[in-house]
């Protein structure tokens, strides 16, 4: 017997579906009724597709391989993995402020589970559990098994990579990865030019003005100088004071 059969060889595998092919019996032979029509293997488990009871098939013109029929396998049923709707993006976080990141699933049926996890150099990804970060510092983890992680009081330690493993009864889906960065800048400097003077405090002003509608960045880290995460008036008599020290 011949056969033409395609199923998936590499990851990520589907735990059922249908398989189309067509099968054939080589030239000059005869296959009796009760033969295995097809041989496939399920991990360890060996099966068989028997032809019926009493039927032979014969290829007698000892030309090629003679067309017998199509056969549909289907084994188990149908499963959906998870599909990603909303990766996870780059977010910037000033010192001590916190940082959120979010995925959205969308297909394969839930409920699902998250896993989120992080870079640890090198692509090397690791499982994040709520609690301090692993790799020292001061920032701390919320929500690692939801669909929204927290990194709060952000620092220079936990400044890497974030995705998120996305799980359903039919195996996981991986997010993109997206960076955390952690602005470094000098309190007050709020024009971000490795000054502190006079000239910071139009800059501190305009970015009171904006409010949180304002652009996130550098010069909201530096106006911050309490690193409270609010730019307000708390940080007025700060700003004051660093510009005297000048």
Request: aromatic share 6%; glycine share 14%; charged share 10%.
């Amino acid at each position: 017997m011949i056969g033409n059969f395609d199923s998936e060889s590499t990851p990520p595998y589907n735990t059922g579906g249908t398989i189309p092919g067509n099968i054939g019996i080589v030239a000059g032979t005869t296959v009796p009724g009760q033969l295995p029509f097809v041989n496939f293997q399920i991990g360890a488990e060996a099966h068989s597709y028997v032809s019926p009871p009493g039927t032979n098939g014969t290829n007698d013109d000892g030309i090629g391989a003679e067309f017998v029929g199509k056969l549909t396998l289907t084994i188990g049923s149908v499963c959906n993995r998870p599909t990603i709707n909303t990766h996870p993006v780059q977010t910037l976080a000033c010192p001590a402020q916190s940082a959120t990141f979010s995925v959205v699933p969308a297909g394969g049926g839930g409920p699902y589970s998250y896993q989120w996890q992080f870079d640890s150099g090198g692509q090397s990804w690791v499982d994040l559990i709520d609690g301090p970060w692993p790799n020292g510092g001061s920032s701390a983890v919320s929500g690692a098994m939801t669909d929204q992680l927290t990194i709060s009081n952000a620092d220079v330690f936990a400044a890497t990579g974030f995705r998120c493993v996305v799980s359903n009864a039919c195996g996981p889906t991986i997010s993109n990865g997206a960076p955390l960065s952690v602005v470094l800048v000098l309190p007050g400097d709020v024009r971000v030019d490795f000054q502190r003077n006079g000239r910071d405090i139009q800059a501190f002003v305009n970015v009171l003005l904006a409010g949180p509608a304002g652009p996130a960045g550098p010069a909201r880290c530096a106006a911050d100088i309490n690193q409270d995460g609010v730019e307000d008036a708390l940080d007025v008599p700060l700003l004051i004071g660093i510009l005297l020290a000048q």
